[in-house]
Each structure stands twice: as C-alpha cells, then as structure tokens.
C-alpha cells in the first residue's frame, strides 16, 4: 500500500500553534532521516503494537507508521498536539490510537495485547521517572527503544567504577540488555536543547541478572549510593541492621564503596538484607 501524502511537519506545526512548551518538556525532532533511524532501530514492527509517549506534532510517529508498524498507540499530553495527531490518524485509518493522559498515570502494557514495544523521544523532565515506573513490568515489552538526555543515558549505561554508575544502572542492567545507540545532537530539535540526546535499546532480560526481590533491592541501593563517597561499612547503616555481617553475608569486601560494586553484588546484599533485616522479614 502506498503511503498517504502528507503535510510538511513545520507546517503542522504552524497551522496548530505548536509552540513547544518547556513546562511539558517538548523539543520536537523534525528531521525525518533522524526519526525514521529510531524507528528502523527498533526492530522489525509489522506484527507488533508500538506504544510512543508525548508524540508532540507526529514525527516519530510518522516514522513509525511508515515503517510498517502493526499498530501504533500514542499517550499525548498537550491537547494541541492531539488535534494534530487526529490528521495523522486518519491518513493511517486504523492503524493509530491517540491517548490524551499523563504517560506517568498510564500503563502502556494495559492499553494493548503483545507483542509490545515502546519506542519514544521520551520528555526529559520525566524520562527517568516513567522508566522506573515501567521496569516493574518490563517482561511485558520485547523491547524499549528511547531517546534521553545523554547524561541520562550514560547513567543507564554505567559500568562499577565510574562516575555516572548509581542506582539507575543498577536497577535497569539487573532487568535489562542496555545498549547504546546512537547520538542526536540539539540542532536536530526545535527549540534545540541545551543538551545532546542519546536513543538505546532496552531488551528485558528472560530473567533478573542475579535473584532478588525489588524492595530489597532499591533499599541496599537507597542505602549505599545515598552516601556514595563513604564505605559500604558506614553507608549501610541507615538499613538499620549489622553493615559488616551484611556484607559478610553478601562476600563483599568490608572496604568497599558503591560505585565498586556490580549488579551481582548488590543483588547478594539484598538477599543477605532480606534474611538479616527484621523489618525485611515482616514484609
């Protein structure tokens, strides 16, 4: 089937008073060589349901749609954008859903059947935020496929013993294969950012890396990066519980800090958290 002619992005924006608004986080990608790489990084799309957040004027979407998306649901925000989108939505009868809400009030897996992918420019004011909100349901996803804030990314990516390793890397690599894509710089946008943009791709691993529950998890992280430059020995102790028989129950070197530790590493805490912890056990 041939693609549906349509309007010149700019002047979609033109004719619905797209103005991006720095309160929602908007800096609309424009560049249709750049939307369409994120789209084919995504993977084959034909059979699957692709979920995109704050699609702003369709960009990305268009991209996606061209790029034989089975069917493709789309969480906006910004009333004016929907009114935009509605156009698009028509020009790909049936194959486009708009959802006017707040993407951190909205369980993207609820709203379709699998196979699921998300794949989005996400906003940067709340990138990190629906990540961690979607991690706990990440088996749902075959994959995420996202642009942030490239600090962000970097943090997402973090090996033990660098500075931008912390809690996020911790809990994201302990779910997910990360991998970084490629980079967007801010002249691709409009109004351009301040920063440079990096787009990776989150596969949900069968399994966690290491076993452990979740609130174990995010304590011992809690715990340990809160006071990063301090020793696990002395940063531990806001758990509550004996730091050095924790860490002896874990095998971690008495002497050590967060940034030192892997994922496997802090998985062990948590489950030696979980068996030392009165507090863990009335759980």
Request: glycine content about 6%; proline content about 8%; aromatic content about 4%.
């Amino acid at each position: 089937m041939a693609a549906p002619a349509l309007p010149p992005l700019r002047e979609v924006i033109a004719r619905h008073g797209l103005a991006a608004r720095r309160a929602l986080g908007q800096n609309f990608l424009l560049d249709l060589n750049l939307t369409a790489r994120i789209a084919r990084a995504a993977g084959p799309l034909e059979r699957v349901n692709v979920i995109e957040i704050g699609p702003g004027p369709g960009g990305l979407t268009r991209a996606l749609l061209l790029a034989g998306a089975g069917h493709v649901t789309a969480i906006e925000r910004d009333p004016r954008c929907v009114a935009a989108l509605a156009e698009l939505a028509e020009a790909f009868a049936g194959r486009l859903t708009v959802i006017t809400g707040d993407a951190l009030e909205i369980d993207p897996a609820a709203l379709v059947p699998a196979p699921r992918k998300i794949v989005a420019n996400l906003p940067y004011n709340i990138a990190t935020p629906l990540l961690l909100f979607w991690l706990g349901t990440i088996g749902a996803y075959e994959s995420l496929t996202l642009m942030f804030q490239k600090e962000v990314a970097q943090r997402l990516t973090a090996r033990p013993r660098s500075k931008a390793y912390g809690r996020l890397s911790v809990m994201t690599q302990w779910l997910c294969e990360v991998r970084a894509l490629f980079d967007i710089p801010p002249r691709a946008f409009v109004p351009p950012p301040k920063v440079t943009s990096s787009v990776l791709r989150l596969t949900p691993r069968a399994a966690p890396l290491a076993p452990c529950r979740r609130e174990d998890l995010e304590r011992v992280l809690a715990a340990g990066f809160g006071q990063r430059r301090k020793m696990l020995r002395q940063s531990l102790r806001s758990l509550g519980i004996d730091a050095e028989a924790l860490l002896a129950a874990a095998a971690a070197p008495a002497t050590a800090r967060a940034e030192e530790l892997g994922v496997e590493g802090f998985c062990a805490l948590a489950r030696a958290y979980r068996a030392l912890s009165p507090r863990s056990a009335a759980d």
